[in-house]
Antibody, heavy 121, light 108 residues
Framework: QVQLVQSGAEVKKPGSSVKISCKAS????????VSWVRQAPGQGLEWMGG????????NYAERFQGRVTILTDESLNTVYMEVNGLTYEDTAVYYC???????????????WGQGTRVTVS | EIVLTQSPGTLSVSPGESATLSCRAS???????VAWYQQKPGQAPRLLIF???TRATGIPDRFSGSGSGTGFTLTISRLDPEDFAVYYC?????????FGQGTKLQIK
């Protein structure tokens, strides 16, 4: 069973960038759909983008296009997300999540990382 | 973008009773791609239901999902104290894969 372990909390200044990692253990992420979801304090869940590890091109929500980059490293079994041009509104917990697939079709997020708190201050 | 609207925002129910949570989509969604999650404070979301009605591994049969098109429902019967949490619906039909704003289920 895959487990996703994310990098630790970050404190960043406005205008800077942050890169968060999501490392899989227990199995390879190869061909899994992995997404990034964020949750601002006291708010709901927001899908930011995703990728098919370690093949596909990333797919981003329009509002993050151009500011977010999702990368993978097959040798490390890890997915990364970089967010540029941070603003106070980017303060949130960021989760990576793997999609459950049935017949090769991703349906929902069944495995989640523990979350990475990013504070822009 | 498919907008998911959950109702009610907050639901107060006594343990042992049932709760019905609603999720309405701004356009038709294939039920194959509708999921429900439970989230407790300080924790990552947990998948409860996928395919609108299929329970994820380890989820008790007190949780059931139904619906099609633009209307979906999560029903929790015989509420246990551990069930009081925030619940989100989500669609994986069309990108961006949006979530509802959540329903907080609290103890009455």
């Amino acid at each position: 069973q895959v487990q996703l372990v994310q990098s630790g909390a970050e404190v960043k200044k406005p205008g800077s960038s942050v890169k968060i990692s999501c490392k899989a253990s227990g199995d390879t992420l190869n061909k899994d759909a992995v997404s990034w979801v964020r949750q601002a304090p006291g708010q709901g869940l927001e899908w930011m983008g995703g990728i098919i590890a370690f093949f596909g091109t990333p797919n981003y929500a329009e509002r993050f296009q151009g500011r977010v980059t999702i990368l993978t490293d097959e040798s490390l079994n890890t997915v990364y997300m970089e967010v540029n041009g941070l603003t106070y509104e980017d303060t949130a917990v960021y989760y990576c999540a793997r999609a459950l697939t049935v017949d090769g079709d991703p349906l929902a997020f069944d495995i989640w990382g523990q979350g990475t708190r990013v504070t822009v201050s | 973008e498919i907008v998911l609207t959950q109702s009610p925002g907050t639901l107060s129910v006594s343990p042992g009773e049932s709760a019905t949570l609603s999720c309405r989509a701004s356009q038709s969604v294939s039920s194959r791609y509708v999921a429900w999650y439970q989230q407790k404070p300080g924790q990552a979301p947990r998948l409860l239901i996928f395919g609108a009605s299929t329970r994820a591994t380890g989820i008790p049969d007190r949780f059931s999902g139904s619906g099609s098109g633009t209307g979906f429902t999560l029903t929790i019967s015989r509420l246990d104290p551990e069930d009081f949490a925030v619940y989100y619906c989500q669609q994986y039909d069309r990108s961006p894969y949006t979530f509802g704003q959540g329903t907080k289920l609290q103890i009455k």
